[in-house]
């Protein structure tokens, strides 16, 4: 079982920043085994993915975050960052980290592919 905890979420004025963090935890958990992505929803949309690293590490983004958003992993402290600049009002969102054991290539940009995921922080632009 993996336990994925996330903060850093809040409230920002549109062209601000935000520092997401996820903090990995389980028994027989190893880190630098796993995978990880981020995903978001809005309010009465779907789930989007958001980025994703590999255990390479490889880093994916989705079109609307390139160049705004920047993924990375921390193994010694089994945590991934996701660090949020230029913030957009269309950026508010429900952000969730989530996990998969020797996840690669772009199987990493769908939900169905993550094993575990976290609650959530709530990220709020203000125009």
């Known amino acids: 079982q993996v336990q994925l905890v996330e903060s850093g979420g809040g409230l920002v004025q549109a062209g601000g920043s935000l520092r997401l963090t996820c903090v990995a935890s389980?028994?027989?958990?190893?880190?630098?085994?796993?995978?990880m992505g981020w995903f978001r929803q809005a309010p009465g949309k779907e789930r989007e993915f958001v980025a994703a690293i590999s255990l390479g590490p490889s880093t994916y983004y989705a079109d609307s975050v390139k160049g705004r958003f920047t993924i990375s992993r921390h193994v010694a402290k089994n945590t991934v960052y996701l660090q949020m600049n230029s913030l957009k009002p269309e950026d508010t969102a429900v952000y969730c980290c989530?996990?998969?054991?020797?996840?690669?290539?772009?199987?990493?940009?769908?939900?169905?592919?993550?094993?575990?995921w976290g609650q959530g922080t709530q990220v709020t632009v203000a125009s």
């Open positions: 389980g028994r027989t958990f190893t880190f630098s085994s796993y995978s």
């Open positions: 989530a996990t998969v054991l020797n996840g690669v290539g772009d199987a990493l940009l769908s939900a169905g592919s993550y094993n575990y």
